[in-house]
């Protein structure tokens, strides 16, 4: 059959009568196969520089089909049989409906057709990576049901391909109960480990077998998901593809999807039965769980026929069984677990050692690169292998290769949305610490009225106060005060009331680098290009001290808890004990060098994480450090730039650092694995930011500042700022007042308008 069909696809060609207009302009044709569940139909493919068609053999179901290239939202390359030669077509956002999927017969075609298609859209279409959903899923924008939905996408799972059909995992453990109790842990299923391994005897008898294994050994002999399971669960509304894969007969009516309970019984104590569940069960159609079709799908043993599926006990009909199993997926346990899942079906835990600890080894044909058909030249044998691999199961695309993050659950999920009151104090005054939590949630609900609205920030004033650019910009707690350091190695010091320059001091000839106010508004920290830190007293107006602490220039200050970090281009962060009220005192070796921070190249900037226990340090080769401030641990070291790191901070929550580099790329970093997880491309370098999570404040390197949505990764407004790179930003604790320095040597202060 394989050659008859190939010498016909050979003999025969696209009919150009079949376009949809004469002005058309074909721009490739080849062979390929249109798959749908069980079969793949071959014919020919033609693209235009308007349409895309598929053109049948046999011409069924329809002569020719066809896709305005304009209406396609997403296209995706897909694995068919292991191999990389399938292209599937969206023309809607719905990730379980394609409306074209293709499989070709070599992987330079499908390529061709693939760039083709991406280069007219170009900009409609973004090609999203499994960290960008990650990013979504972490902060809650999007649910733990789309989440799977995306994964199961880009790991090549498609509702077209029965071999590939998405998986998605059992959660709930009680089928027994009257009422299902979504807040008790022993509902639910132990998500950390595969369904082969949730039952610790049977678990032992695999084991014993994996052992006494010849080479390769596989612990499971079949997969969780598999043409066969699918249509276990779709019988009721796919008959005929059942038919189709049983030769014309079901299954045995004792076999049979019948009862939830008995099914996932049975996963837990089968000898081979180790399947997963389908999308259908978090989904709103509950038509396959019921016979309406009237089929006649046999009779079990008890003499009972095989009609509706058996639902738990707390589920009152079909409807409200998916509506709770939807509450089940959704629910705090499962958003606190399904990282373990994710590991094992998508991630690092899916091959190597880690499969291997966590139990989770599979027949060596269920994954890519298990078998190269290619390479077996007998026909026969080549069809048999790719049958087996088709009808066995496969194990999806690895999109993780480290530890997935855990979700985060929004600690103020459940507040209003009202203009808050406290815009009445001191708008340059940090919110100062309080015991009345209806204060903090307060302060809490103003930065996300001022987070709302930053794209409608307002320049209030700009002044021209120094001679080079602004290097760093620190504020005085009660708001009179601000103070900038600059290039021209001076520190200047501006009353926003008077709008007027008060002070200005200069320590050496070098350039000064950064700054801060140490509490108590007594003294200014400055940093300095001449590996020195200084300490300028307010009161008495005078140099009060000095840190000869590094070898190179300090690059970036930060101050905690009676600590001092300093960040030099010597490779090196140091941290000081550095008491306020011993250095007003000039006592005597106040400075006490508690902890070196070693790196492999100069340090460019650090930030601590709002609790002080945790510092971020971004490097000149474009290396992320994190490190534990407690024990002066590093946690991770992750290579996110190409070049220099320009700025770099902790998520309000401490469970991200983002960072901004010359290379002109935006990364976010989770901290509690060390992992990349979101990547965002800029036009231009981005200098400093300030951000609340989700949304960042950006000032790029020709002037501009930039609000980014790191959800989408796109800019929602760029707003005209300085006339050269903004170098400096300066945000108060209630966001709602922002101060830039830049390149043009001015300082502006914003606030946006609400």
């Known amino acids: 059959i394989a050659a008859n069909l190939q010498s016909r696809l050979a003999r025969t060609s696209f009919d150009k009568n079949s376009f949809h207009s004469v002005s058309e302009k074909p721009h490739m044709e080849c062979e390929a196969e249109m798959v749908t569940p069980l079969v793949t139909n071959p014919g020919h493919v033609c693209i235009t520089d308007q349409n895309l068609y598929f053109q049948p053999l046999n011409g069924y179901p329809e002569p020719v089909s066809q896709i305005m290239l304009h209406n396609v939202r997403r296209i995706y390359k897909r694995r068919h049989g292991l191999r990389p030669l399938g292209l599937e077509v969206f023309c809607t956002e719905n990730d379980l409906c394609s409306d074209m999927y293709l499989k070709f017969y070599k992987p330079e075609d499908r390529d061709e057709l693939y760039y083709y298609i991406a280069t007219f859209l170009e900009n409609h279409m973004v090609e999203h990576t499994a960290e960008s959903y990650m990013l979504q899923w972490q902060r809650g924008h999007i649910s733990n049901y789309q989440y799977l939905l995306h994964l199961n996408n880009l790991a090549d799972r498609s509702c077209n391909d029965l071999s590939q059909y998405p998986v998605f995992p059992w959660v709930i453990d009680d089928n027994s109960s009257a009422e299902l109790d979504l807040m008790n842990p022993s509902t639910f299923r132990d998500l950390s480990k595969p369904v082969g391994a949730l039952n610790k005897e049977r678990m032992e008898r695999l084991l014993d077998r994996y052992r006494d294994m010849p080479d390769p050994k596989f612990i499971y002999g079949s997969h969780y998901s598999s043409p066969g399971y699918v249509l276990f669960y779709l019988v009721r509304v796919a008959p005929e593809y059942m038919l189709c894969l049983q030769n014309g007969r079901y299954d045995h009516a004792d076999r049979m999807f019948n009862s939830i309970s008995e099914t996932w019984k049975n996963c837990l104590e089968g000898a081979t039965d180790f399947k997963e569940l389908i999308p259908e069960f978090y989904g709103s159609d509950s038509s396959f769980l019921m016979n309406t079709l009237k089929l006649q799908l046999g009779t079990r043993q008890g003499g009972k026929t ?331 070291q992750v290579l996110c730039h190409s070049g220099r790191i320009n700025d770099i901070a902790f998520s309000p929550d401490s469970r991200h650092t983002f960072s901004v580099g010359e290379d002109g790329s935006l990364k976010v970093v989770d901290v509690q694995t060390g992992m990349l997880i979101s990547s965002v491309a800029s036009e231009e370098p981005q200098r400093c930011f300030c951000w609340d999570g989700n949304t960042v404040l950006s000032g790029s390197q020709s002037g501009e500042l930039l609000i980014w949505d790191l959800m989408t990764g796109k800019v929602t407004k760029k707003i005209p700022g300085h006339s050269g790179a903004v170098t400096a930003m300066w945000m108060n604790e209630q966001c709602s007042s922002i101060i830039t320095g830049g390149e043009d040597k001015q300082i502006v202060f914003w606030k946006p308008q609400y």
Request: charged fraction near 20%; aromatic fraction near 8%.
């Open 306 to 636: 095989v009609g509706d599926v058996l639902l738990p006990q707390w589920a009152k009909d079909a409807d409200d069984f998916l509506e709770k199993c939807q509450k089940a997926l959704e629910s705090q346990y499962v958003s606190e677990h399904l990282h373990e899942w994710i590991d094992l079906i998508f991630g690092y835990k899916q091959r190597g050692s880690e499969a291997i600890a966590a139990h989770n080894v599979f027949h060596p044909l269920t994954y890519e690169g298990g078998m190269d058909c290619d390479s077996i030249e007998d026909p026969e044998q080549k069809i048999a292998m790719l049958t087996q691999i088709l009808e066995f199961g496969q194990t999806p695309k690895q999109l993780f290769t480290t530890p997935h993050p855990q979700r985060i659950t929004p600690k103020f999920q459940s507040m209003s949305r009202t203009p808050s009151q406290s815009a009445s104090l001191n708008e340059l005054s940090p919110v100062s610490t309080s015991e009345d939590s209806s204060f903090e949630d307060l302060t809490e609900e103003s930065k996300k009225l001022a987070w709302s609205n930053m794209c409608k920030l307002k320049m209030m004033s700009s002044h021209k106060i120094h001679k080079e650019a602004v290097t760093g910009i620190a504020v005085t707690h009660n708001g009179s005060s601000v103070f900038t350091t600059s290039q021209d190695s001076t520190l200047k010091m501006f009353s926003k009331e008077s709008s007027a320059l008060q002070r200005s001091m200069s320590f050496s000839n070098m350039a000064l680098s950064s700054c801060l106010v140490l509490p108590e508004d007594t003294m200014v920290v400055c940093s300095s290009w001449d590996n020195n830190v200084y300490f300028y007293s307010i009161a008495f107006g005078r140099r009060q001290d000095t840190i000869m602490g590094h070898d190179d220039a300090i690059s970036k200050i930060c101050w905690r808890d009676n600590q001092l970090y300093t960040a030099s281009w010597d490779s090196t962060v140091k941290v000081w004990r550095c008491v306020p009220a011993d250095i007003a005192s000039n006592k005597r070796s106040q400075f006490e060098l508690l902890a070196e921070l070693e790196h492999d190249a100069g340090v460019n900037t650090i930030n601590l994480n709002p609790a002080g226990t945790m510092l971020v340090s971004g490097s000149k080769e474009g290396v992320v450090s994190i490190w534990d401030v407690t024990t002066f641990a590093l946690l991770h």
